[in-house]
């Protein structure tokens, strides 16, 4: 489709002196390349990109999130029902306002192409994984009936109606349950969030930590002498057994979820900590209660009750089958183990999944595909699909300046030394940079062409803040705008007044180039902020400014950063390296400690290895099956 814009070789402005960047508004586009100049050629573009800036801050949230569902969000999925595939659908009853509005235009201009809008709200991710949570609750809830039914059969002896142990299969599971209810209270009690990892990832990991502790003491109780009959006694000498081991376990996992729970990364703190408490409640109720279980359904046994129905008793007592498992492992699996040629072969897999996983820890890229924690098919998913296809510039992002004296000389020389740096950067940032700084120049100017028009004559007597209130008033629409292109009133919403007139936070618009990987997001982000961080403390504060940032840390007291909507969910890949070696040797470390209370540190050594050859084998085993880490 052809269209008529400016050339941007050299950039151009509209009327009002506002920049024009081709780029950002026309997709996969290309024009002529002789042109040099600010002529209007021909332009081939596929796609039309729009950016609504949404007046979103701490007052206006609220009414902004509404504003992108009610009426942004809305009427988009009404626009994109219109058509299916490339072909108009028939006009409905039930069809909306603005759906039989376009269907009319439409039917009486056949030759209009059909339009597919892809589109993005800042609460869009927000939505989608709240929207996953609650699709995935049908999942989660399968599951626990799949590991239920699993438990139940597998805990006792099924057909049996006597030692099936339905019931502690069940009340086992309730425990699980219990303790992940109390583990969510409890940090929702001391204010942290939950997460769609802690609703979703945590169940199944504190049910297997579970279940692993239910067959642990059943097993070990039918291990017991048949000639101890007391109950109580059997449990004992069960508990006595594994009782170290559970406790062992228990103490490391809790220990090394705690060690999460010391990061800066919000989502990794309230998963590790409603992960640990659960471990904890969930090791206790297993000694206690489950144990207390056990004791109560063994007596039912001796009374010859059947399982689940209690008031119906069995004739006689008879003995349980074979465990069946246990018969397997015995007969076919621990005679091959100690076989000399299995442990070449052990060790040949194990040696090929840990050089597997130390490859692919070297080459580990940061970041995970945008796409991928999203629903397939979704309208973000689709936005993400398109922009990576066809977008032609990146997202919008702002330099934010914070209680700066816009009177010294020196100060304003480091602002345009910043902007001419950031504008160099032309594999981080797309030209222009957009300030209010350049028209205010022009605006002081007393002996320019449109001192009169503007109403500059006499300007350099007025205070700062008078100087900044009558460059703000000019409006778009006045000659001193539409002829010299001195327009204050479109950076109204970039400057922010305190009560006394000057100015306590501005902000520069500029454009990131295409993004269409994680390491380019990741890319732009550090080199930006690299960029900007150079010049903190360059700027001379104001003395409010001085006031308010007394005794404040480098980042409460910055004067200048960048931020653009992307940069809050790629800013944990600064740290996140040093993180990951920080928890792993505390992990080994908790491992360490809690082991060798029940052993000695040589096993202990032994013990942390073997879980660290695990990780780094479980690694190696992602990599060789192409599965994303």
Not at 199 to 216: H, K, R
Not at 268 to 291: G, K, N
Not at 304 to 328: G, N, Q, S, T, W
Not at 394 to 408: A, C, E, K, M, N
């Amino acid at each position: 489709r052809q269209m008529c814009i400016r050339d941007s070789h050299n950039t151009c402005f509209d009327r009002i002196g506002v920049p024009i960047m081709y780029s950002v508004i026309f997709c996969n586009s290309n024009y002529d390349p002789n042109a040099n100049s600010c002529t209007v050629p021909l332009i081939n573009a596929t796609a039309l990109s729009v950016t609504y800036l949404v007046n979103n801050n701490m007052f206006t949230n609220p009414l902004a999130e509404m504003w992108e569902k009610e009426v942004f969000i809305k009427y988009l999925q009404e626009f994109n029902e219109i058509f299916e595939g490339d072909k108009l659908k028939a006009l409905k009853e039930n069809d909306s306002l603005l759906q039989k509005k376009i269907k009319g235009i439409y039917m009486k201009n056949p030759d209009l192409l059909p339009v597919e809008v892809n589109f993005m709200a800042e609460r869009a991710i927000t939505d989608n994984l709240e929207l996953q949570t609650s699709q995935n609750m049908g999942v989660v809830i399968v599951s626990y009936g799949l590991m239920f039914l699993y438990i139940s059969l597998s805990l006792g002896y099924v057909p049996s109606c006597l030692h099936s142990r339905f019931m502690v299969g069940l009340a086992g599971i309730n425990i699980v349950i219990f303790c992940l209810l109390i583990a969510m209270g409890l940090c929702s009690f001391m204010g942290m969030g939950m997460t769609m990892i802690s609703t979703e990832v945590v169940p199944f990991l504190i049910l297997a930590i579970g279940v692993d502790n239910m067959f642990i003491i059943v097993r070990a109780e039918r291990t017991v002498d048949s000639s101890v009959n007391d109950i109580v006694e059997r449990l004992a000498r069960a508990l006595s057994n594994v009782g170290p081991s559970i406790s062992t376990a228990a103490s490391c996992e809790v220990l090394a979820f705690l060690v999460g729970v010391m990061t800066d990364i919000p989502a990794l703190q309230s998963f590790c900590a409603v992960a640990a408490i659960a471990v904890l409640f969930d090791f206790l109720f297993q000694i206690s209660a489950f144990v207390a279980i056990v004791s109560i359904d063994n007596k039912r046994i001796q009374d010859l009750r059947y399982d689940v129905i209690l008031c119906l008793k069995a004739p006689e007592y008879f003995p349980p089958r074979k465990d069946l498992m246990r018969h397997l492992f015995e007969t076919h699996f621990t005679p091959l183990v100690v076989k000399q040629s299995f442990h070449w072969i052990v060790a040949i897999f194990v040696g090929i999944f840990l050089i597997s996983g130390i490859v692919a820890i070297v080459n580990l890229p940061l970041g995970i595909d945008q796409k991928a924690s999203v629903s397939t098919g979704s309208d973000i998913y689709n936005y993400f699909m398109a922009q990576e296809k066809l977008g032609d510039a990146g997202p919008p992002s702002y330099l934010i300046f914070r209680d700066i004296d816009y009177t010294d000389q020196k100060t304003l020389s480091n602002i345009f030394d910043l902007l001419d740096v950031l504008s160099a950067q032309s594999d981080t940032i797309q030209k222009p940079i957009v300030s209010w700084l350049k028209s205010f120049k022009m605006f002081l100017m007393e002996s320019g062409d449109w001192a009169k028009t503007c109403g500059t004559q006499g300007i350099s007597a007025y205070p700062f803040s008078e100087q900044m209130r009558r460059f703000v008033d000019i409006k778009i629409n006045s000659d001193c705008c539409l002829r010299y292109g001195i327009c204050g009133e479109q950076f109204v919403k970039d400057i922010i007044f305190d009560k006394g007139g000057e100015i306590e936070t501005t902000r520069f618009r500029f454009q990131h180039p295409p993004l269409r990987c994680q390491e380019d997001f990741i890319r732009d982000l550090q080199a930006t902020r690299y960029f900007v961080d150079q010049y903190h403390g360059k700027f001379k504060q104001t003395k409010q400014g001085e006031e308010k940032y007394k005794g404040k840390d480098i980042d409460e007291s910055r004067q200048v950063f960048a931020y653009s909507l992307f940069y809050v969910y790629f800013e944990q890949y600064y740290y996140v390296r040093g993180v990951l070696a920080q928890n792993i040797l505390l992990a080994i470390a908790a491992v360490i400690f809690a082991t060798q209370l029940i052993t000695s540190l040589i096993s202990a050594l032994f013990v942390a290895a073997a879980v660290l050859l695990t990780a780094i084998s479980l690694i190696g085993v992602c990599y060789l099956s192409l599965i994303h880490i």
